[in-house]
């Protein structure tokens, strides 16, 4: 039988040569050539067994095995940043756990980004352990209970303490019945009387809000509820509820507050897709297919980059470069598959980087335009202000504020839509909420 292929084969009395045989393996063979291969072994004895024996030397003469354990099984399902975060914080659920585990068996990439994590979470627990604030004054309770303690032993004592509360009552008694007899106002109208005259003394603290810790109602000119309490805003411009937030950060609440609008901060103009002048083309095109981080702030210094495939490509190359141009890291050949790298080294805080994506194609040998952007690493100093706040402030305005104004919008948006469900009924809410999705 002679088979009816392209250029490619070549034959010695109708058989299969040696390099048509290797390119059946391998599978390198067009759809036309595999079919005429196959119809040909399936006829061809000797064929067939050169064809098993290239295939055995292949293998090195080893045993063919199938490998279905849940690690193999599972080596493509990338983890995603919440479910990261769900790992590390014991959060996932038996089964979910279990494919996060054999996943990680055999994924370099998700394993550091876990290692990551983890890092920087044993890097707050030491930041949590300080304490920020004025020392609380010791209790005197038992100073009180002593002291108590003691008269309670002498009923002489006692019996003049019970004397004078008795007397002090008579005399507040006759004084308030001496008032309302000889007051004119009160002979002239009832009505004007009790606009003067006040009836209980426990009512006086409703003058005085810091008393009570209360803030008079027609003082307040906008207030929310939030995960640590009431928070409100006072017509002198008083911030209520949040004692432990000062500085910048409580000016840019209050005035939220006030408005109901948001600043945009200054970074993001810095980290904004422009034109990348020295390739000749738009970075807001590199926006469509660089996933994240775009254009914000990210907390970890070894953050996972994320992009879209592009089309005809074979591989991609990775490279993160500071905003003098200078190189910083850069990855190795990546598969066609993979649209996710991580940089081996932690970088350097509070610093803005541009990272580009080269996509590879095939035939011919070319590199398709790169894709381009921009993104910052959280600084020291505010990564251990985040901290304090988390430990302290426990709000989701503060944090959401905060988040603003470094710049981390995925983070913003997520305290702002906690803000607005515990706040259904707040045009406030919805309108932070909205300012910065718009952002985005």
């Known amino acids: ?4 292929l392209t250029e490619n084969f070549e034959f010695m009395n109708d058989h299969l040569s040696d390099p048509n045989i290797l390119l059946f393996h391998a599978r390198a063979l067009s759809p036309a050539e ?117 008269w309670q032993w002498k009923p002489v004592f006692a019996a003049t303490f019970v004397a004078v509360c008795v007397l002090a009552t008579i005399l507040i008694i006759l004084n308030q019945g001496k008032r309302q007899t000889t007051s004119p106002i009160a002979l ?27 803030v008079p109602e027609e003082t307040v000119i906008a207030s929310l509820r939030d995960h640590a309490g009431m928070i409100a805003i006072t017509k002198t411009g008083n911030l209520e509820g949040i004692p432990s937030v000062t500085g910048e950060l409580r000016g840019d609440i209050v005035a939220a507050l006030r408005t109901g609008k948001l600043k945009k901060p200054t970074i993001l103009n810095d980290l904004a897709h422009d034109v990348d002048t020295v390739r000749g083309k738009p970075t807001d095109q590199a926006a469509t297919r660089l996933l994240t981080p775009v254009g914000i702030t990210v907390l970890s210094n070894r953050p996972l980059l994320h992009w879209q495939p592009v089309e005809k490509a074979i591989g991609y190359e990775v490279e993160i470069a500071d905003g003098r141009g200078n190189e910083i890291a850069r990855s190795e050949r990546l598969p066609a598959a993979t649209q996710r790298w991580q940089p081996p080294q932690a970088l350097p805080r509070g610093t803005m980087y541009t990272w580009t994506v080269r996509a590879i194609r095939e035939e011919p040998a070319t590199t398709a335009l790169p894709l381009t952007c921009r993104f910052r690493v959280l600084g020291t100093m505010e990564a251990r202000e985040l901290a304090r706040l988390k430990a302290q402030a426990n709000s989701h305005l503060v944090l959401g504020m905060f988040y603003v104004r470094v710049g981390m919008l995925p983070e913003a948006q997520q305290e702002f839509k906690a803000l607005a469900h515990q706040n259904p009924d707040s045009p406030l809410a919805r309108k932070l909420l909205q300012t910065v999705q718009a952002w985005q």
């Open 1 to 4: 039988m002679r088979l009816l």
């Open 34 to 150: 595999m079919k005429a291969a196959l119809e040909h072994l399936a006829q061809c004895l000797l064929c067939r067994q050169r064809s098993h024996e290239h295939f055995q030397a292949t293998n090195a003469y080893q045993a063919s095995t199938i490998n279905l354990s849940p690690a193999w099984q599972f080596r493509h399902e990338h983890l995603d940043a919440e479910q990261l975060t769900a790992l590390v914080n014991q959060r996932l659920d038996s089964v979910d756990e279990e494919v996060a585990q054999a996943h990680l068996q055999t994924c370099h990439e998700c394993r550091c980004e876990v290692q990551s994590l983890r890092a920087f979470q044993a890097e707050l627990k030491t930041e949590l352990r300080h304490r920020y604030g004025p020392k609380p004054a010791p209790k005197q309770v038992g100073q009180w209970k002593s002291w108590w303690s003691a």
């Open 188 to 214: 002239a109208s009832p009505s004007a009387t009790a606009s003067v005259i006040n009836p209980s003394p426990s009512t006086s603290p409703a003058a005085s809000p810091s008393a009570t810790g209360l």
